[in-house]
């Protein structure tokens, strides 16, 4: 199996069964974030314990890059801690608006599904678009 393949199918994968999502449309539409040149929209909801992050909530919708990359970051920054999570998030935002080393994203599993995004400007949002929410959630 080539590599863009493999890829390919980790993102089907998550896009068909996102892990934790949530019914969350208790939280108000300004909790909502858009990306509104594709349509995705996703909200995030952290629960955050003694510092750390017990757990992720998403629900969102949208194209397949914004789904798999809410679950996959869902999975990734469940039990780090806040500190720790603000620094992937900031680092995951640089690599995919090209401004650090994609190498990065080899540590941090299947997030490297990811990597063929780069190339692609309008796509960097859907890729992001949970990461930055989520960000706002933690501050
Ligand atoms: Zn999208």
Redesign the pocket.
Known sequence: MAFDDLYQEIILDHYRNPRNTADLSYLSEENAHE?PS?G?SVKIHAVVKNETIEKVEFDGK??A??VASASMMSELLTGKTVAEAKDIIAEFQAVMRGEADSSALDRWGELAALSGVIDFPLRVK?ATLSWHALEVTLE
Do not use: F, Y
């Open positions: 990306n594709c995705d949208g194209c890059i914004s859907c």
